[in-house]
């Protein structure tokens, strides 16, 4: 494979009710990351972006988001209805080709404006699934007790996962989310739908990011220590949770195993664990022990911009060793009722 | 670039009105299975899946591939889902094909659809609560545009309707098919979009199409491959001042990208048939002046001539085109499939003799997006 590496990213922070449109949001994030890359827009050789025409509530809505890059001349562009995580896969893949050496991945999302438990309902079996309107927090809660029954875990971990989320984006200014609440504090809430709690589920939440990707050694001429891809893969399961064993996440697994997670040790990872349940059975999916930092950034449980969220939390790998001076990193992006499509990325410094 | 690509399976659904009798999933299976069956491979030979269709609320499902992927068997394997308006058949083709240039995949089964008939397509067309004119209304005046500054007779667009539907009735899977049709009947045709009469314009269908791309090992061993020769997408924003949505930059440069890549120099010698999106009749010549096979302002006269009939010296849309099935998000890659067909000798009743070369093309948006690829029957 063509060594292609993550130089700059840009985020628009964790908002919810945001006022502005989806391309307004997304204009100074996109533009953010082309300046802070240094490589003069007219050089990006491909464009490939993430959204949701459902969550804007219309047809055709990412074709408004073109307007956020500029397109004149005429670019060679993309676009996924998924998480732009699954944007940038697109964009590694497009760089493998040597006649493309900067590629440009944003997404976008502005969950506030429907009912996300409505709305997520539709990406149920429409047939048999729908109808029952399933909605994905009552989902993820079936997968959060039965995660509890065949682990042992009790509902203080999952509390612990939310406490140690909120602390640590003390220090991040782009989550939605943060405070010191300890775990008894957070068990003393009442439940969202049995066993979780509201501390367990993300908050509704708008947002935008974008990265630039750059193959081979230009990479070292542009940035100071760029993010090197050296393992990138995705899978999915089953869509009926009926078939599917819910306290693993079999898809994650397989997608770790192929983007070579266990090969080296991980210093950090950035999980798109939507649901404090979720980071512990991706802990055991990607084989994270517990000497590896989990979501240093908050996570998903924090901020979690439908279709953002995953390439937020690559980003957010890409800084910990652009910024951290890490080594090796994971970021991971989830898509669809209880973890049911998976993508893993590993990172390296130089 | 890593590796080759050929096409080594296509299979579509009968294109029609209303498939009542198979649900979403079943509509996809029908035609990967026949693309398996060609490229006579089973599930378990595919290491991913792209998937493409147009907006999610024209079937009211949000991100299909999380509930297509058990019907795909894709479980365990990758899967996206790509989005670009009209041209998302061709872009997902070209998705697909990326993946097994690039290495990163070897055989991947790529599948483009919609169900119509599940939806109000021409509500969502129309920008949904928004309420706007829908896609004909929206590209007529941009037709009028063209007939005016090239002083086309009317009738070239009635020509058109003529020639795609009597190819359609030499394809089975075409949906719209009028045995009778005359000049006469397309001008006696209700007036939809001035200038566009329902004749001249696409149905509504309900249809999958499937493809099967492998890399140069696979094409060796396949019988009757099509190489992929030149792959190109464009993008250009929708409205703004000195923009030309009669012949746009994007459509030029596309073809001008993917030409180079295939080393076509002689545009209108060097392919032997061609797959168009057109979705109503006066499309064909204004795309063909976009895609450099006549002058600007002489495309109809192709039309006129005959020269884009099946014995013509270019034949367009010999399956009957988006004119007679047009299962949106399917539609773009039913283009980039018949030229496949083409290469492979395998279009049946409407096979062109002889080709060699053929080229796929897809738009959508406001004729903003484009998607095209160049087949031929020997490698690059």
Redesign the interface.
């Known amino acids: ?1 063509r060594p292609v590496s993550i130089v700059s990213f840009a985020q628009s922070g964790g908002r919810v009710d945001v006022e502005e449109t989806e391309t307004q949001m997304l204009y100074p994030v996109v533009s953010e990351a082309i300046e802070r890359s240094g490589i003069p827009r007219q050089e990006i050789g491909f ?1 490939c972006s993430g959204s ?3 969550l804007a ?4 809505a ?2 408004g988001n ?2 956020a890059t ?13 998480d732009g995580a ?1 944007a940038l ?2 964009a590694w ?2 760089l ?4 493309v050496d900067v590629a440009l991945v944003f997404s976008s999302g502005i969950s506030s404006r429907g009912n996300l438990r409505e ?2 309902c ?6 048999y699934l ?1 109808p029952l309107w399933a909605d994905h927090v009552s989902l993820a809660a079936l997968q959060a007790r039965a995660y509890l029954d065949a682990s042992g875990a009790k509902e203080s971990d999952l509390a612990e996962v939310a406490s140690r989320s909120r602390r640590n984006a003390l220090s991040n200014p782009n989550a939605l989310l943060s405070g010191e609440q300890g775990p008894d504090e957070l068990l003393a809430e009442p439940y969202v739908v049995s066993p979780l709690r509201a501390s367990d589920c993300p908050p509704v939440t708008d947002g935008a990011a974008a990265a630039i990707l750059v193959a081979g050694d230009r990479a070292r001429e542009v940035c100071d220590r760029p993010a090197w891809i050296r393992g990138i ?8 949770i009926g ?1 599917r064993d819910l306290s693993r996440s ?2 994650a697994r ?1 997608a770790a195993q192929h983007a070579g997670v266990g090969d080296a040790p991980v210093e950090v990872a950035e999980l798109a664990a939507a649901f404090s349940h979720e980071e512990l059975i991706l802990r055991e999916a990607l084989g994270l022990g517990d000497e590896v930092e989990i979501n240093p950034s908050g996570g998903a449980l924090v901020s979690n911009p439908m279709m953002v969220s995953g390439l937020t939390r690559i980003g957010e790998a890409f800084r910990q060793i652009n910024e951290n001076g890490r080594h090796r990193a994971v970021g991971h992006a989830a ?3 209880c973890l ?2 998976n993508l893993v990325c590993v990172l390296e410094g130089d | 670039m890593a590796e080759r690509c050929a096409v080594i399976g296509v299979g579509q659904t009968h294109h029609t009105k209303v498939r009542d009798d198979v649900s979403l999933a079943g509509l996809l299976r029908e035609a990967s299975v026949r693309a398996l069956e060609d490229a006579e491979m089973t599930w378990r030979d595919i290491d991913a899946v792209v998937i493409g269709t147009a907006p999610d609320s024209f079937e009211g499902v949000m991100m299909p591939e999380l509930y297509l992927a058990d019907a795909l068997g894709a479980a365990g394997k990758p899967i996206m889902r790509v989005h670009t308006a009209g041209s998302v058949g061709g872009s997902t083709a070209i998705v697909a094909a990326h993946l097994v240039q690039s290495g990163v995949r070897e055989r991947v089964l790529t599948v483009a659809f919609e169900k119509q008939s599940e939806g109000d397509t021409t509500w969502g067309l129309s920008g949904g609560r928004s309420g706007g004119v829908g896609a004909g209304g929206y590209f007529a005046p941009h037709i009028r545009a063209y007939i005016e500054r090239s002083k086309a007779p009317e009738y070239v667009g009635w020509m058109v309707a003529v020639k795609d539907r009597k190819n359609a009735l030499k394809n089975p899977y075409a949906h719209l098919k009028v045995p009778d049709i005359t000049l006469e009947m397309v001008r006696d045709s209700p007036m939809v979009w001035e200038p566009v009469r329902r004749l001249e314009s696409c149905p509504a269908s309900d249809g999958a199409c499937a493809m099967v791309l492998t890399n140069e090992a696979g094409g060796d061993r396949a019988e009757v491959p099509a190489w992929v020769h030149g792959t190109a997408i464009r993008s250009e924003l929708g409205q703004f001042p000195g923009r030309d949505p009669v012949n746009p930059k994007g459509g030029q440069d596309c073809a001008a990208d993917v030409y180079a890549q295939a080393g076509i120099t002689d545009p209108k010698n060097d392919f032997d048939v061609v797959e168009c999106y057109v979705p109503f009749s006066w499309y064909e010549p204004m795309w063909m002046e976009n895609l450099g096979f006549a002058p600007i302002g002489d495309g109809w006269k192709m039309t006129e001539e005959g020269e884009t009939e099946m014995d013509g010296a270019l034949p367009v849309n010999a399956s009957g085109g988006v004119l007679s099935s047009n299962p949106i998000g399917a539609s773009g890659m039913l283009r980039f499939a018949e030229a496949a067909l083409q290469v492979r000798g395998l279009a049946g009743e409407h096979q062109i003799d002889g080709v060699r070369t053929a080229l796929g093309h897809a738009y959508g948006g406001a004729s903003q997006f484009f998607a095209m690829w160049v087949l031929r029957s020997t490698k690059p």
């Open positions: 494979m464009t949701a025409d459902y509530g219309a047809p055709f990412f074709v073109l307007e500029g397109a004149w001349p005429p670019i060679s562009e993309s676009h996924v209805e998924m699954w896969y697109e893949v497009r493998q080709h040597g006649d709305v997520l539709l990406q149920n079996d429409p047939y729908m893969d995705h899978r999915i399961d089953p869509h009926y078939v079999e898809s397989v898509s669809g009722p049911q499509q």
